[in-house]
C-alpha cells in the first residue's frame, strides 16, 4: 500500500457489529464480562478503546511499524517515552528543541535523577563527544523547532546501533508523509497528534509508534499504568484528519515553498530557514531523508527587535497570531516569547531564536492571499 492509501485505509476494517465504514466513537468506559475475566479484548477504556486501537494501527501503518500507541498529548507520549529509562540514565538531545520537551526533561526528569545532554546535533562529533556508559537514549528532532536545522536520521541511527543506545525521534514537523524515521533504525517515533496529524487546530493529542514488540509491551504498561490516554472522540476525530494528510501535506509543502522564496528576497527580511534553499547547511541531508520540505518557516527582521517582529505579527490578517502549527489555517509565532519562553535567554540567542525571530506554519489557503497577507504586514 503507498502512503496515501494508508491515510485511509491502513490498520481499518468495517466496524464488525454493524459494518459501519468509519469506527465509531466507542464513548464507553467499561465493557460487561460474560464470567469474570471472559470478555471480547476489552476491559476498560484506559487499557483499551475500539476507536483508539483504530487510530493506533493506522499510526503504525503510516509509520511503517508495527506498534501504534496514543496518548493524551504529544508531551503525554514523551513523558512514556522517557519513563523508559531509570535514574542515572543519560539522554542526549538537540540543543534547539520543542520547547516543552526541553521544560519537560529539565523540570520534571531532571530532579527525578535523569539526566539530559543539549548539544548542536547537526554535528555528529558533539553527539559522539557525549556518549558516556550511562548514556541511554539519543533523542532527536528533525527538522527542529524553531531553526529547522536537519539531523541526519541514518548517521544518527548508525551511531545509536553501535553504542547500544535508543533512538526517539519527534516526527512532529516532518510527519510520515516527509519522512519515516524508522526506516533508519529509529527505535521510537514520537508525534504531537495535535499538528499535522490531526491538522484541524480542533484536538490535543501525542502518538508512538515502535517496531519492537517488547518496547510496545512496555510502553503500553507505561500508558495504562500512568493513564495519560485520549478519549475516543478525540480519537476519531485525528484518524478522520489523518485521511487528508498526504493532500494537506503536499500543499503545505507547495505553500511553504512560495513563502520561503517571496521572504527570501524581501528588503525588510534578515535570514530566512528552511531547508529547501540549497544554501541551507544540512540541504543535501534534507534531500536524502525528506520527501519535500514542509510548511514551517523561521525568519528574522533586519530590525532585529521583539518590536518590529511584534508589529508585523499584529498586522497579519490570515497568518493568525498562535501557539501550534501544523492545522488547514496559518498560523505566525513568536518563538523568544511564545513556544520558546521556557528556554534561558542565554541559550535561545545561542542556537538563533532572536528577537524578532518569526515562525510560521503556512497553511492551505490560496497562496496569493498568503503572499499579500506577508507583503502588506512587512510593510
Ligand atoms: C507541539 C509539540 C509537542 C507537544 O505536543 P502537545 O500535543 O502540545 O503536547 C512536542 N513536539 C513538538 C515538535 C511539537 O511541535
Not at 487510530?55 to 500507541?69: C, R, S
Not at 509491551?217 to 487528508?244: H, M, S, W, Y
Not at 528588503?267 to 520540505?293: C, I, L, S, T
Not at 545561542?350 to 515562525?359: A, D, F, H
Request: proline share 5%; net charge negative; glycine share 8%.
Amino acid at each position: 500500500m503507498k502512503f496515501a492509501t494508508k491515510t485511509i485505509h491502513g490498520g481499518q476494517k468495517p466496524d464488525p457489529s454493524t459494518g459501519a465504514i468509519m469506527p465509531p466513537i466507542y464513548q464507553t468506559s467499561t465493557y460487561v464480562q460474560s464470567a469474570p475475566g471472559e470478555h471480547q479484548g476489552y476491559e476498560y477504556s484506559r487499557s483499551q478503546n475500539p476507536t483508539r486501537d483504530a487510530l493506533q494501527k493506522n499510526l503504525a501503518a503510516l509509520e511503517n511499524g508495527q506498534h501504534g500507541l496514543c496518548f493524551a498529548s504529544g508531551l503525554a507520549a514523551i513523558d512514556a517515552v522517557i519513563k523508559l529509562l531509570q535514574p542515572g540514565d543519560e539522554v542526549i538531545s538537540s540543543d534547539d528543541l520543542y520547547g516543552g520537551s526541553y521544560r519537560l526533561f529539565k523540570k520534571i526528569f531532571e530532579p527525578l535523577g535523569i539526566k539530559f545532554h543539549f548539544v548542536a546535533m547537526q554535528n555528529i562529533s558533539k553527539v559522539e563527544e557525549m556518549i558516556n556508559p550511562n548514556t541511554k537514549m539519543i533523542w532527536v528532532e528533525t527538522p527542529t523547532n524553531p531553526m529547522m536545522n536537519i539531523i541526519d536520521l541514518k548517521v544518527m541511527g548508525q551511531l545509536a546501533r553501535k553504542n547500544g543506545l535508543l533512538m526517539a525521534v519527534d516526527n512532529t514537523f516532518a510527519t510520515p508523509f516527509l519522512q519515516q524515521p524508522l526506516k533508519y533504525h529509529a527505535d521510537i517515533v514520537v508525534h504531537s497528534a495535535t499538528k499535522y496529524l490531526g491538522g484541524h487546530s480542533d484536538v490535543i493529542m501525542g502518538a508512538v509508534v515502535v517496531n519492537d514488540d517488547d518496547l510496545a509491551e512496555r510502553l503500553a504498561f507505561i500508558q495504562n499504568a500512568c493513564g495519560a490516554v485520549p478519549g475516543p472522540q478525540d480519537c476519531f476525530l485525528v484518524l478522520r484528519g489523518i485521511k487528508t494528510l498526504a493532500l494537506r501535506m503536499e500543499r503545505h509543502c507547495d505553500n511553504g515553498k512560495q513563502v520561503a522564496q517571496f521572504l527570501k528576497q524581501h528588503p525588510r527580511v534578515d535570514k530566512v530557514y528552511w531547508p529547501g534553499f540549497q544554501e541551507h547547511p544540512n540541504h543535501a541531508v534534507a534531500n536524502a531523508q525528506m520527501r519535500d520540505y514542509g510548511g514551517m518557516i523561521s525568519f528574522s527582521l533586519k530590525d532585529n527587535t521583539q518590536e518590529a517582529a511584534t508589529k508585523v505579527l499584529q498586522q497579519f490578517r490570515f497568518f493568525a497570531l498562535a501557539e501550534s502549527l501544523g492545522g488547514v489555517e496559518s498560523l505566525a509565532g513568536h518563538p523568544a516569547s511564545m513556544t520558546h519562553a521556557s528556554i534561558p535567554e542565554e541559550q535561545r540567542e545561542k542556537v538563533g531564536i532572536v528577537n524578532s525571530l518569526i515562525r510560521l506554519s503556512v497553511g492551505i489557503e490560496d497562496i496569493e492571499d498568503l503572499l499579500d497577507d506577508l507583503d502588506s504586514a512587512l510593510k
